[in-house]
C-alpha cells in the first residue's frame, strides 16, 4: 500500500479458487490467485472510504482494527476481516 495525502492505494489479492462472490469468468482458471485495485480516503483514524482505480468513492467504507499491542492486525471490507500480511 502506498500513502499520500489521507489515502491508501495498492492491490488485493485472492487467494485460491473463486467463491460465491468471486466468481470466475470463463477466460481465468477459478483455482488462480486474483489481484484487484484497491483505494481508500480516510475520513476519520483507521475508518475510510472504499475508492474505485480513478480516485472516486464507491458508496462503501472500510475500517482498520488494531491488536492489543495498537498495531494494525486487520482490515474489515464488506463485513469481511483480512488478517495483516507481512512481506
Known amino acids: 500500500m502506498n500513502r499520500h495525502n489521507g489515502r491508501l492505494r495498492g492491490t488485493q489479492t485472492f487467494r485460491g479458487s473463486a467463491d460465491a462472490d468471486q466468481v470466475?469468468?470463463?477466460d481465468e482458471d477459478s483455482g488462480a490467485d486474483q489481484t484487484g485495485e484497491v483505494g481508500l480516503a480516510f475520513y476519520r483514524t483507521d475508518f475510510a472510504l472504499d475508492l474505485a482505480p480513478a480516485g472516486t468513492p464507491v458508496g462503501t467504507r472500510s475500517d482498520f482494527v488494531r491488536g492489543p499491542d495498537?498495531?494494525?492486525?486487520?482490515?474489515?471490507n464488506h463485513g469481511r476481516l483480512y488478517r495483516r500480511q507481512t512481506p
Do not use: M
Not at 70 to 76: D, F, P, Y
Open 24 to 26: 470466475a469468468s470463463e
Open 70 to 76: 495498537g498495531k494494525v492486525a486487520w482490515w474489515r
